[in-house]
Structure formats: C-alpha cells, structure tokens
C-alpha cells in the first residue's frame, strides 16, 4: 500500500487486489453516506525503523468479542495492554483478556 501525505490529506494507494479490497472494506466501514463519518485514531505507538505496524481504531465502530487466553490471573490486579495502553482489573482465576492480538500484561 503506497501512502503519501500532503499536508492534512492523506492518500492511500492499493498495489494489489488484497490492498484494494482491504480499501474497499476500510472505506466502507468510515464512510456513512446518511450520517456522521468516522475517524481513525491512532493507538499504541509507531516508531519508524523499529515497529513495522501502525495501529488505529476506529472511532464510533465498536470492538469485536473479546477473546481469552488459556492463562488465570494469579491473584486481584490490574493487566494492561502496551499496544493500546487499556488496562482491566481481574480477579484471582479470572481468564486474561488478548488484546491488540497478544496477551495483556500485568501491571506492576
């Protein structure tokens, strides 16, 4: 996917049928020809060099089914997710949430 930025407008520019499709999907999603259309956010962190994956939400479209790993919080506290910076609070053999496609972490 080419992107280029002038100023405050942003173009995507698909370089395969998968990217095109993907667009297809994105736009469809953001763009509501009868109300308000959404924004993207950025969550988590982007540093060039280092990360290979940017991350956005999209504002005002809610979240999918949160999934579980097959790990029990060990005692009360609070887990976190690096990526997304949300955080939940568990209880002794509570499941542990995945989120961002990972596991949260406990917060110390």
């Known amino acids: 996917m080419k992107i280029e930025v002038d100023r405050n407008v942003v173009e995507f520019t698909p370089e395969n049928p998968q990217e095109e499709a993907a667009?297809?999907?994105?736009?469809?999603?953001?763009?509501?020809?009868?109300?308000?259309?959404k924004k993207l956010v950025p969550i988590g962190q982007y540093v060039p060099g280092q990360d290979k994956?940017?991350?956005?939400?999209i504002e005002g479209v809610?979240?999918?089914?949160?999934?579980?790993?097959?790990?029990?919080?060990?005692?009360?506290?609070?887990?976190?997710c690096?990526?997304?910076?949300?955080?939940?609070?568990?209880?002794?053999?509570?499941?542990?949430?995945l989120c961002c496609g990972k596991e949260m972490?406990?917060?110390d």
């Open 23 to 37: 667009l297809e999907v994105l736009w469809k999603v953001i763009i509501d020809c009868y109300g308000e259309n």
């Open 53 to 57: 994956l940017a991350r956005f939400t």
């Open 62 to 80: 809610p979240g999918g089914k949160t999934t579980y790993s097959d790990k029990k919080a060990d005692d009360d506290c609070s887990y976190y």
């Open 82 to 97: 690096s990526i997304c910076n949300k955080y939940i609070n568990l209880k002794t053999g509570d499941p542990i949430p």
């Open 105 to 107: 972490e406990k917060l």
